[in-house]
């Protein structure tokens, strides 16, 4: 805390979120936003624009009825897990596939006074079993149209966000920082998001097979090479570079 003043955390510690829309389609975070550690999760929903048509997958940390509807008047669409304390009265049911891992796919409304005053009109509620974690997930969406199978699936897409701050932790790990200030903070973190979004880039435009890590470890190896970087990228005398998961990359 005596260090960095600006990001309240613990008594004697600070901290920062790094909360993140994540564009599951291309890999790469569309949208970073930095707070500190205190700020809740649910706070960084004031920050996007809602793409119409565009899905918005979310964790129960994001359950708020008011800010849920805005992406509904956006003509856009969500898919958030329910919170357990969740107040929803069944109008219907609609089918479901005994075979697939959905167990009720149920359309209904909020009962809970503030939440239906925050959400007025109807919502789905898709329960299905994931098979990976073991465990029955309840979301709610504001799409009627899909499958819920499709619904389920696309909850599950979720989770490529965690493999994301799982490869930053890894890989893009920041041991030391510079600056203490809250501006010097920030642009060490946005160098090394950058960083990973620009490698991410360029695998996609040169379809390379080698992962974002071992990409990495030859760019660093050659940062004053003047070979054209599809020459650098594609040459098969890198054996060395394999990802490994005890080893960190160090960018600073």
Sequence with gaps: MRLFWWAPFRKAKAGIKLHTLYDVRTSIPSLINITDALTHDVNALDFLD????????????????????????????????AKNSLK????????VDKQSNICSDQIGKLTGFYSLKDYPEKLRRVKFYDEENQQYITVLSNNFELSPVDIALLYRYRWKVEIFFRWIKQHLRIKSFWGTTENAVKIQIYVAIITYTLVSIIKSKLNLDKSTYEMLQILSLSLIDKTPIIELLTNQNYQNVKEQNYNQLKLF
């Excluded at 048509?53 to 009825?65: C, L, N």
């Excluded at 929803?88 to 089918?95: A, E, T, V, W």
């Design 88 to 95: 929803f009265k069944r109008m219907y049911s609609l089918p």
């Design 50 to 81: 809602y793409e119409k048509g565009g899905f918005y997958i979310f964790d129960r940390g994001y359950v708020d009825f008011h800010r849920l509807y805005k992406i509904n008047q956006e003509n856009a669409f969500f898919i958030v897990r």
